[in-house]
């Protein structure tokens, strides 16, 4: 069964970038497309963007001037980069696998806290 | 307004049903798109319930008991997530979700109280 695991820095200061990983196993990531969605505490799910395995990516409208989400097929590994960040973009930030149905497979989720 | 709005709040007996809506913004036709469902629960990513499109074009999520179903109600322009014999269990948040634009829309979700 696929397991994804994101890691990354759980304190990013205001302005800078947040940068996430999400490893794949048990899996490969050729033939899906690999969101990253986040959630700030307390409130709902917000989607960030998508990247298929061949690197064709979509965001969401509002975060795409920040945000790039790339592919590395050899690592199995998905990335996000997200600049100029503030303290509205703390949040638990998960990686999720969509099937032809629906997000199967999730990471745990990681939280990235803006704070000086 | 939000493309996706959900009632913040829904409380329901045990062995009653809850209906769960999902109301699209006035200019998006509920007809044109499967509505997703999702549930979670605390510390716990969300997890798919179920899709519905049609009664043609509906979709289990694997191991999702049939007392959750999905419906529309086009006058009000909505997916609806219908929880038949309520149990403690199902108390958690649901999220709504479409395809819109080349995006994922979240809906903004509605805690489900079982008491």
């Known amino acids: 069964q696929v397991q994804l695991q994101e890691s990354g820095p759980g304190l990013v200061k205001p302005s800078e970038t947040l940068s996430l990983t999400c490893t794949v196993s048990g899996g490969s990531i050729t033939g899906f497309f690999w969101s990253w969605i986040r959630q700030p505490p307390g409130k709902g799910p917000e989607w960030i963007g998508q990247?298929?395995?061949?690197?064709?990516?979509n965001y969401n409208p509002s975060l795409k001037s920040r945000v790039i989400i790339s592919v590395d097929t050899s690592k199995n590994q998905i990335s996000l980069d997200l600049n100029s960040v503030t303290a509205a973009d703390t949040a638990i930030y998960y990686c999720?696998?969509?099937?032809?149905?629906?997000?199967?497979?999730w990471g745990q989720g990681t939280l990235v806290t803006v704070s000086s | 307004q939000a493309v996706l709005t959900q009632p913040s709040s829904l409380s329901a007996s045990p062995g009653a049903s809850a209906s769960l809506t999902c109301t699209l913004r006035?200019?998006?036709?509920?007809?044109?798109?499967?509505i997703y469902w999702y549930q979670q629960k605390p510390g716990s990513p969300p997890q798919y319930l179920l899709r519905y499109k049609s009664e043609s074009d509906t979709q289990q999520g694997s191991g999702v008991p049939s007392r959750f179903s999905g419906s529309k109600d086009a006058s009000a322009n909505a997916g609806i997530l219908l929880i038949s014999g309520l149990q403690s269990e199902d108390e958690a948040d649901y999220y709504c979700l479409i395809w819109h634009s080349s995006a994922w829309v979240f809906g903004g979700g509605t805690k489900l109280t079982v008491l």
């Open positions: 990247i298929y395995y061949r690197g064709t990516t």
């Open positions: 006035s200019g998006i036709n509920v007809d044109s798109f499967r």
């Open positions: 999720a696998r969509e099937s032809s149905t629906d997000f199967d497979s």
